[in-house]
């Protein structure tokens, strides 16, 4: 017997560190993200004598803050658990077994690989809704174009970056606190604005995004933000922000009309990689 499962990473616009349990135990989360056609892939075999194979492999490298660790595992599982498999349950075993693995794990990366497509997800404890969302085409598209996602190379252990944190949280730390509810908030904002194609809000929230992530600590963004603030500073970009927990990985810059190709270059010349990206609707492909 031979199963094969493959799952899309995702890009994260605004609401991280919202979805994780710590915040959603006393107050709801809020999350967008878009899965992208950047896939883990994971295969189980059984030989006739009954030993078991596992292996998998991501297209995009781990440490980038794409969710490549929750996609490897949404992959995985979904082979594990094919003769059962709904999205849902690939997504929560998924996150289970990083809770098991240690550190602070929030839920909106497994619900990007297991799903697909573009979400607006909420959270409140345990529970994940996937709320009514449908962003406009033109404003995908939009962002498919002028969206540049740069990989700079420095991988982040996300429990490393999270940890300090969620200590400050809770122990009751206002300034934490108000950062990530803004943060929340800011997703909402989000979801509205891709509703309704409102380009020059969608730049508007990413900034705030940057700025609300240098409260809870600027080492989150420090690692890209020389060449980042040099690229807003020429009227290259109109924001930036970087994926996941920060502190180094891959950072999303909007391009300015016209000026995709050099935002591109700066960002080669600076060692960083190019990762060329497009929506990815699907969610969990499982073959067997």
């Known amino acids: ?73 949404v992959a995985l599982l979904s082979c594990i658990n094919h003769s ?20 602070p794990v929030g839920r909106q990366d497994q619900w990007a690989s297991a799903y697909g497509g573009a979400q607006h997800l909420k959270f409140n404890d345990e529970d994940v809704e996937i709320m009514p969302f449908k962003p406009m085409p033109s404003a995908i598209e939009w962002l498919e174009k002028h969206l540049i996602i740069a990989h700079s190379r420095i991988a982040h252990k996300s429990g490393e970056v999270h940890s300090p944190i969620w200590e400050k949280f809770n122990l009751g730390d206002s300034q934490i606190i108000e950062a990530i509810t803004k943060l929340k908030d800011l997703a909402d904002d989000m979801a509205k604005a891709l509703e309704s194609d409102q380009r020059d809000s969608i730049s508007d929230i990413l900034n705030h995004v940057t700025l609300t ?8 963004n420090d690692p890209v933000r020389i060449v980042c603030d040099s690229l807003k500073g020429k009227d290259v970009i109109s924001a930036w922000k970087v994926m996941g927990a920060g502190g180094g990985g891959a950072v999303a810059l909007l391009s300015k009309k016209g000026k995709v190709n050099e935002t591109k270059k700066v960002c080669e010349n600076a060692g960083w ?13 499982i073959e067997k």
Request: include cysteine; hydrophobic fraction near 40%.
């Open 1 to 73: 017997m031979k199963v094969k499962a493959s799952a899309p990473v995702r890009i994260d616009l605004a609401g991280g560190w919202s979805d994780v349990t710590y915040f959603t135990k006393k107050f709801t989360g809020s999350v967008v993200n878009i899965a992208i056609n950047k896939r883990a892939y994971a295969e189980l075999s059984i030989d006739n004598e009954g030993h078991l194979k596992v292996s998998y492999d991501c297209e995009v490298p781990v440490g980038t803050g794409l969710g490549t660790s929750s996609a490897i595992n």
């Open 84 to 103: 059962n498999f709904s999205p849902e349950k690939s997504a929560e075993m998924a996150h289970k077994f990083e809770i098991i693995l240690g550190g």
């Open 273 to 285: 990689m190019i990762i060329d990206w497009s929506i990815d609707k699907n969610g969990v492909l």
């Open 213 to 220: 992530t240098d409260k809870l600590s600027p080492s989150i």
